[in-house]
């Protein structure tokens, strides 16, 4: 009767998916691992520093900081072209006056219909050291015309720098060090947000924020990039421990940033393309032709939630045994960070990767002889515990209640016969299987108790190890 119940819901989870697949027709990304970083080439990088940049909408321009000799200032904005985005990057030429100056003109930030472009300088006339501005056009065929600085609400008198603005328009994240000028921190900065009700509202007062994005006063937050939902916040974290690019993410724009993420690579300033599949970032840690180069890597989905090398109706399964949690392995959706909640648009996601085959996860053993032991697994990691067990005698083992943030259990517990016969003696004892997916770094004991559920007694046996993923 069980099962064939279970065997129902898999042909449902299944169908519900297929469905919603065809309904939607929808291109979607899952979750990922990132690509080999590929250096975007001599038509782009300079033997100089080519530094922020930042993508169209459409894939078909990119503009980018650089010292390359060829503008009019000693850091200028320069843009390279391109007819589809399956073609080469054109030769990068300056921007020009009146965008780039005699002065430092950099950090450009490309809006979502492609007709401003905010960037910081520290050219006359502003409130501090560098201030933000923005240029416009009529139309992608028009040139830019003369750059409006913010203004003293949002600029102040220390250095404001590296723009970005959501898709909408209405947020607006930058980087800077006012709350650090007079101390011996005063070079490094925190990661400021501004927004506004419309697109013809003035920008509010910038606020500093969290400790999530922005930690202790030695610390190093800067070079932001928010996603285009507002949701997602990608930014270089340097401390004396660790540096490189992280995110932070959000399940509403009136929500706190939390949940912060090391992505793994070196470097600064990751944008990304609209459809989320690329990510563009400047670094020195990937070799290239100068002091720093632009590379892009692809963002290649991992949607295996077990780990057993294919994506099916046991992943599907899984993800809706997490349906309207905030569980990270399931939320997936509509962009790799997920949105903080695992529902449709995790299983569109899903679903457009059923039946695709992966790598299986690695995997950790672990069986009685390890009891009271500590193990680290790394993120994406399977934890394997087999105990010995005779569920015929009544006694099983039960997992304690535990917190399903750093480590998940993967479907139903399995049962292994220590008879090899077909079929194997009835009663024969054996192990019972349980196994978990490490989904997010932290600290936690796994406690398991061997009893019988109906019986107010002492437990036969207890099981115990403490975890770290990493």
């Known amino acids: 009767m069980n099962s064939s119940r279970k065997t129902r819901s898999i042909i449902i989870c299944v169908l519900i998916a297929a469905c919603i697949l065809l309904i939607t027709g929808r291109i979607a990304m899952g979750d990922f691992v990132f690509g080999e970083p590929e250096n975007l080439g001599p038509s782009v990088n300079s033997a100089y520093v080519d530094g922020i940049a930042d993508v169209s909408s459409d894939g078909q321009e990119l503009y980018f900081e650089s010292d390359s000799p060829g503008g009019p200032g000693d850091l200028d904005i320069w843009v390279t ?17 009146p965008v780039n100056g005699p002065y ?64 909408d328009g209405l947020t607006l994240v930058f980087g800077s060090n006012r709350e ?28 500093r924020l969290g400790p999530a994005v922005n930690p202790e006063l030695g610390y190093d ?37 939390n949940r912060t993420v090391d992505l793994g690579l070196r470097g600064a300033s990751p944008r990304f393309s609209a459809d989320g599949s690329i990510m563009y970032w400047t670094s020195r840690a990937y070799g290239g032709y100068g002091d720093a180069d632009l590379f892009q890597a692809s963002i290649e989905p991992v949607v295996d939630f077990n780990g057993d090398g294919i994506v099916d109706s046991a992943d599907i399964c899984i993800m809706v045994d997490n349906w309207g949690t905030d569980q990270p392995l399931c939320d997936i959706g509509p962009t790799p960070f997920g949105d903080g909640i695992v529902d449709v648009q995790d299983l569109i996601v899903l679903a457009e990767h059923l039946f695709k085959e992966y790598p299986p996860a690695e995997s950790v053993e672990v069986n009685e002889d390890n009891n009271g032991g500590q193990f680290e697994l790394e993120r994406g990691q399977i934890l394997v515990v087999t105990l010995e067990s005779n569920p015929s005698t009544g006694y099983k083992w039960e997992l304690a209640e535990q917190s399903k943030s750093i480590l998940l259990q993967l479907g139903e517990v399995e049962f292994k016969s220590s008879d090899t016969g077909d079929p194997p003696t009835v009663g024969a ?24 559920s109906w019986e107010d007694a002492e437990f036969l046996n207890t099981f115990s190890i403490q975890v770290t993923v990493n």
């Open 81 to 97: 072209k391109r007819r589809t985005v399956t073609d080469s990057w054109e030769l990068a030429v300056s921007l020009g006056v």
């Open 104 to 167: 430092s003109d950099g950090g450009p930030c490309i809006t979502r219909d492609g007709l401003s472009l905010y960037f910081s300088s520290d050219r006359p006339g502003g409130s501090g050291g560098a201030d933000i501005y923005m240029t416009t056009r009529a139309t992608r065929e028009d040139p830019w015309e003369e750059p409006v600085n913010l203004g003293p609400i949002v600029n102040g008198s220390a250095w404001d720098q590296c723009p970005s603005i959501s898709a």
């Open 180 to 207: 650090k000028i007079g101390t011996a921190y005063s070079a490094l900065c925190y990661i400021y947000e501004t927004t506004r009700p419309t697109k013809d509202d003035p920008w509010s007062e910038p606020i």
């Open 221 to 257: 937050s800067d070079y932001p990039s928010i996603s285009a939902d507002g949701l997602s916040l990608y930014f270089r974290y340097v401390s004396s421990e660790a540096r490189g690019l992280w995110v932070a993410t959000r399940t509403s724009v009136s929500n706190s940033w």
């Open 429 to 452: 004892g054996g192990w019972e299987i349980f196994r978990f997916r490490a989904v997010s770094t932290g600290q936690m004991p796994l406690l398991f108790f061997y009893h019988r």
